[in-house]
């Protein structure tokens, strides 16, 4: 599957961008995440000072607009370490498929999705779903990886990416429309580079069913057919049919004599 946007759009970032393709942004995000933690444990009140919240940046505390994504989402030591572990992890399988530039990219979308979310739709307010998108982005190019899950159970990423599809569509599916909206648009990174390559497979798979449908004969559906001549009561409804003693079923005509 073709998993992003190619051609000349990333030429053109590439050149006239080049600070996008900068390597290692993400890992750097993840050592930013570990000492926000310390801070926020040293102070909780970091935590509020770092926060998207709308109201503070129109009232000129801009640097919200990137610093929320410091913020780790749970308080436990325990979890911080296990989740920044895995997401230092993607970044790196990420960026080597992908590349830094591509990689930088799909993240900064995640931002602006999460800002717009917040701005317009009063959510997105937290790095939950950016995260989430880059899991989500490996376990679509790379769907067969194996992990160990709570460092015990081995799965494939895709098994596990299902689960919380299913879980993000049942809270899709709860949720009013503004949060809707805002969960589309916290995601929306994650859409613009996948979706058109899901529609590309989903168009292409029904037009090669389309055509293996119009070459290959259409399977005759019918109740009776004659065990000896091979019609049917749609090839030839003036016809009788009977079933014989040998439990076979017969046109008239070539049902056998009863001896």
């Known amino acids: 599957m073709t998993d992003v946007p190619a051609g000349k759009i990333w030429d053109f970032l590439g050149r006239h961008l080049p600070w996008l393709g900068t390597p290692g942004v993400l890992k750097a995000v993840v050592l930013l995440n570990a000492l926000t933690f310390l801070l926020v444990t040293i102070d909780p009140?970091?935590?509020?000072?770092?926060?998207?919240?709308?109201?503070?940046?129109?009232?000129?505390?801009?640097?919200?607009?990137?610093?929320?994504?410091?913020?780790p989402q749970t308080d436990s030591a325990f979890w911080v370490f296990f989740l920044l572990l895995?997401?230092?992890?993607?970044?790196?399988?990420?960026?080597?498929?992908?590349?830094?530039?591509?990689?930088?990219?799909?993240?900064?979308?995640?931002?602006?999705?999460?800002t717009i979310a917040a701005f317009f739709f009063g959510g997105g307010s937290s790095n939950t779903f950016l995260?989430?998108?880059?899991?989500?982005?490996?376990?679509?190019?790379?769907?067969?990886?194996e992990i160990f899950l709570f460092f015990v159970l081995r799965t494939r990423v895709k098994y596990i990416a299902w689960v919380l599809a299913g879980m993000v569509a049942l809270q899709f599916a709860l949720l009013p429309l503004s949060a809707?909206?805002?969960?589309?648009?916290s995601l929306?990174?994650?859409?613009?580079?996948?979706?058109?390559?899901?529609?590309?497979?989903?168009?292409?798979?029904r037009s090669d069913a389309a055509r293996l449908r119009k070459f290959l004969?259409?399977?005759?559906?019918?109740?009776?057919?004659?065990?000896?001549?091979?019609?049917?009561?749609?090839?030839?409804?003036?016809?009788d049919f009977r079933v014989s003693?040998?439990?076979?079923?017969?046109?008239a005509e070539h049902l056998p004599k009863r001896v």
């Open 217 to 239: 004969p259409a399977e005759e559906s019918t109740m009776h057919r004659c065990t000896q001549c091979g019609r049917t009561e749609t090839s030839n409804p003036e016809l």
């Open 86 to 114: 895995f997401m230092w992890f993607l970044a790196t399988a990420l960026e080597e498929h992908w590349g830094a530039l591509k990689l930088n990219v799909f993240y900064l979308l995640g931002m602006i999705g999460c």
């Open 45 to 71: 009140a970091y935590a509020g000072m770092l926060a998207l919240i709308p109201e503070k940046v129109r009232q000129g505390e801009i640097w919200r607009l990137v610093t929320y994504i410091f913020i």
């Open 131 to 145: 995260n989430l998108s880059l899991f989500f982005a490996f376990a679509t190019v790379a769907p067969n990886y």
């Open 180 to 185: 809707k909206m805002a969960m589309i648009a």
């Open 188 to 205: 929306a990174n994650y859409l613009l580079f996948f979706l058109p390559g899901f529609l590309r497979e989903a168009h292409t798979r």
């Open 245 to 251: 003693g040998d439990g076979e079923e017969y046109c």
